[in-house]
């Protein structure tokens, strides 16, 4: 261990203890123009023999900026410096007064390695350690989500973009190394002649040729770069610096602040970068080793009847999860309109088939790296389960469903009054009768008459010679009214004289329930009128075909006093017929 002090680079940019790093110094309302001969520098040992206490001792009062000498800056009368491996270190004091600055430097030498630098478990993360004479190499993880990213700050720099696997292809970064040697804290960037960089660094003299891809830029950028590395540790926080007399960077230049990472964390396997851009937003990267393989999550689908009709349980099984991962979520899709997630991986779910026919059942299974795995099954289910109605009958046809189908759009009639009508996300997709995953919300306010409508277009009338029933799911309040009318619209202003309408009650709060209106022996008309009317319009040739041309769907209708809603799906109701 010992022969390391000879091999390593003497110097190391380094660790500071009780320092701040100045960006733009304010110029001070104090004192005349200094010196040199003005200033002054003392260093004195420290806590140990790898620390220093640097001090201003200049005749002259300003503001003290300091270059350590070890690739760190700082700024105060008294600093405090680290230096872990001998060399001969050029301290510079720089003295700024309101009428001017002056510069003076002063050497220290030590001979004295600190080991424990050396140990870090970052530095051998990072580097391989001593018996790494060819270093460590890290590419980015194109293959993970968020491997870039932006932010507002360095603990959030994926919060406003996450990059997704492999989005960045074909830009000239996917394929750049980085190397960091523990001899001579040697950094070596090769991208092999071309480089990706943000907007506003296309323009840096190291650079030739840009050419605009996506809202950043592909430069020409002679490899490989080299440089050096240090490991920082400030406020309790871990940073990797690169410098060089040219650009060296993780695979993607955003002019880092300083040549700054925050490591906000690192293992055998992977490292998680954060800096400053030169634009002031948090940049973000994630890197592997070269040559690494991610391992992989494996498993099989697989399922079994219970005791229960149409009742089965799904599960995974041979589950096999490598060392350094772990499941974060599991998403069954039953292909029935039916999905349930889970974060253990070995719950076993139940799912319950109304209809029969054969299912493709999914299960999507995440990572913690992010990626996700997928296996399909199929699933034969032999006959309808004792509960299940079925809800297109004979001679029926769905008018609209708020989703897949729409025979003909439905409509809102305002009624003179204040109502809405929106296509939203089903409220409660999860049990039968209604798994859809789009449904309609209709709401009035103050208004007695408001409707939803489905009007046939032009030529075409309801026959309800062969099926009287019409059909509508409804999700609302329990002891609210549903009104189904039937209307011909041919007579405008006196359609309401052909109405013929029927009322049911929701049973149950918020939940799907199917309302059946059968209108067969439904009256239709008004006697008083002088008009058409008849006792049953399922036998009356004047009505059951080529007559009715909307039906409209009210809630708690002739109640003006409030706001109400209710939604609805699947409208259907008997075969549509042209007039010839």
């Not at 799904?314 to 991962?325: D, Q, R, T, V, Y």
């Not at 709401?443 to 509508?472: C, H, M, S």
Request: hydrophobic share 35%; net charge negative; charged share 20%.
């Amino acid at each position: 261990m010992k022969n390391l002090k000879y091999i390593l680079f003497l110097a190391v940019s380094a660790l500071i203890l009780g320092s701040c790093e100045p960006t733009v110094l304010p110029t001070p309302d104090i004192g005349a123009a200094p010196t040199a001969a003005d200033l002054q520098i003392t260093i004195t040992p420290g806590a140990d023999a790898f620390h220093f206490v640097i001090e201003n001792k200049s005749t002259i009062t300003g503001i003290a900026a300091w270059d350590l000498g070890n690739g760190n800056t700082a700024s105060g009368e008294k600093v405090v410096a680290y230096y872990p491996v001998p060399d001969t270190y050029t301290v510079k004091l720089s003295l700024y007064t309101k009428g001017g600055n002056a510069s003076i430097t002063k050497s220290i030498t030590t001979n004295e390695t600190d080991w424990a630098y050396f140990s870090d478990p970052v530095i051998t993360l990072l580097s391989g350690g001593i018996d790494a004479v060819n270093g460590r190499s890290w590419v980015m993880d194109s293959l993970a989500q968020g491997h870039m990213g932006v932010g507002p700050d360095l603990a959030n720099s994926t919060t406003w973009w996450s990059a997704g696997p492999l989005v960045k292809s074909n830009k000239g970064l996917y394929d750049d190394v980085l190397n960091f040697k523990l001899t001579g804290f040697a950094a070596t960037y090769d991208n092999k002649g071309v480089s990706y960089v943000k907007d506003f660094r296309r323009n840096d003299a190291a650079y030739s040729n840009p050419r605009m891809n996506d809202t950043d830029y592909m430069v020409d950028y002679p490899g490989p770069i080299s440089g050096t590395w240090s490991f920082l540790v400030r406020d309790g926080k871990k940073y990797l610096k690169l410098s060089g007399p040219k650009p060296i960077f993780p695979c993607f230049d955003t002019g880092a602040k300083d040549g700054e990472y925050q490591i906000l964390n690192i293992s055998e396997n992977g490292l998680e970068l954060a800096c400053i851009g030169g634009d002031g937003n948090a940049w973000h990267y994630l890197l592997i080793p070269q040559g690494y393989v991610l391992p992989t999550i494996s498993f099989d689908a697989v399922f079994a009847p219970t005791a229960n009709p149409n009742e089965y349980e799904f599960s995974l099984a041979n589950l096999k999860i490598p060392a350094g991962l772990s499941v974060t979520n599991v998403l069954w899709t039953f292909g029935d309109g039916n999905t349930v997630e889970t974060t253990n991986p070995n719950q076993s779910q139940v799912n319950t088939f109304m209809r029969k026919g054969t299912y493709v059942v999914s299960v999507e299974v995440t990572s913690s790296e992010g990626k996700t795995y997928t296996k399909d099954l199929s699933v034969v289910v032999v006959a309808n389960h004792p509960d299940y109605v079925e809800y297109l009958l004979n001679a029926m046809v769905m008018y609209n469903d708020f989703g897949e189908t729409i025979l003909t759009p439905a409509g809102l009639d305002l009624s003179g009054g204040t109502a809405t009508l929106a296509v939203v996300s089903n409220p409660d997709p999860s049990t039968y009768p209604n798994r859809s995953k789009n449904v309609a919300l209709f709401t009035k306010t103050n208004n007695d008459w408001a409707n939803v409508y489905i009007l046939l277009p032009e030529g075409y009338r309801f026959d309800i010679t062969k099926q009287t029933k019409f059909k509508v799911l409804v999700y609302g309040t329990a002891g609210q009214e549903v009104l189904m009318k039937l209307e011909n619209t041919d007579r405008a202003g006196n359609a309401w004289q052909t109405g013929c309408e029927l009322k049911q009650k929701i049973t149950a709060t918020n939940k799907w329930e199917i309302m059946e209106f059968d209108y067969a022996g439904a009256p239709a008309g008004f006697d008083w009128t002088g008009d058409i009317f008849t006792t049953n319009i399922a036998t009356d040739d004047r009505f059951n075909h080529g007559f009715y041309n909307v039906v409209r769907i009210m809630y708690q209708p002739g109640n003006h006093d409030a706001t109400f809603s209710v939604y609805l799906d699947d409208i259907a109701g008997p075969h549509v017929a042209g007039l010839k």
